[in-house]
């Protein structure tokens, strides 16, 4: 296994994969719930992982932020950044990117104020997985975009 971390000066925390299961309410009190809850504004790509670089999928994180896969298709890389949707005091946050043969990990993790990441992960013509943290909230994809700039699979 290939772990590459990088952490924040302000506080370095080692973070494990996180597994989130969701109970759905009967569609009735799910859509109550829709109608009364403030629909939040999604946090905006930030252009963070540089030129070249387009948005190919995203991930809300609840009303917290957006995590961002991007894809650059001159050099086969992926990038992923987690981004907050109102920037604050500093939070625990994390951006992971990787892929399951071989098991590789690139994760950014660490107390920030605006964003975690980028990380980023040569993944030409193959499927990634990625995922965002903000304050224990997780939102991500397995096994997505399987190829050149391939969005939402």
Same mark, same amino acid.
């Given at each position: 296994?290939?772990?590459?971390?990088?952490? %924040? $000066?302000? !506080?370095?925390?080692?973070?494990? =994969?996180?597994?989130?299961?969701?109970?759905? @309410?009967?569609?009735?009190? *799910?859509?109550?719930?829709?109608?009364?809850?403030?629909?939040?504004?999604?946090?905006?790509?930030?252009?963070?992982?540089?030129?070249?670089?387009?948005?190919?999928?995203?991930?809300?994180?609840?009303?917290?932020?957006?995590?961002?896969?991007?894809?650059? %298709? $001159?050099? !086969?890389?992926?990038?992923?950044? =987690?981004?907050?949707?109102?920037?604050?005091? @500093?939070?625990?946050?994390? *951006?992971?990117?990787?892929?399951?043969?071989?098991?590789?990990?690139?994760?950014?993790?660490?107390?920030?104020?605006?964003?975690?990441?980028?990380?980023?992960?040569?993944?030409?013509?193959?499927?990634?997985?990625?995922?965002?943290?903000?304050?224990?909230?997780? $939102?991500?994809?397995?096994?997505?975009?399987?190829?050149?700039?391939?969005?939402?699979?």
């Amino acid at each position: 296994m290939i772990n590459i971390r990088r952490a %924040s $000066a302000i !506080g370095a925390a080692v973070t494990a =994969t996180a597994c989130a299961a969701v109970a759905l @309410a009967p569609a009735a009190v *799910a859509a109550e719930r829709a109608a009364a809850a403030p629909k939040a504004a999604a946090a905006q790509y930030n252009g963070v992982c540089g030129s070249g670089y387009a948005v190919v999928n995203s991930a809300q994180i609840g009303t917290k932020g957006t995590v961002f896969l991007t894809y650059n %298709s $001159a050099t !086969g890389k992926n990038c992923v950044v =987690t981004i907050r949707t109102k920037p604050g005091k @500093a939070v625990h946050m994390t *951006a992971s990117l990787g892929f399951a043969s071989p098991t590789t990990w690139v994760t950014d993790t660490g107390y920030f104020t605006t964003y975690a990441g980028p990380v980023y992960l040569d993944a030409r013509g193959l499927c990634v997985t990625w995922r965002g943290e903000i304050s224990g909230e997780v $939102a991500g994809k397995n096994g997505t975009n399987c190829g050149s700039l391939a969005a939402n699979r």
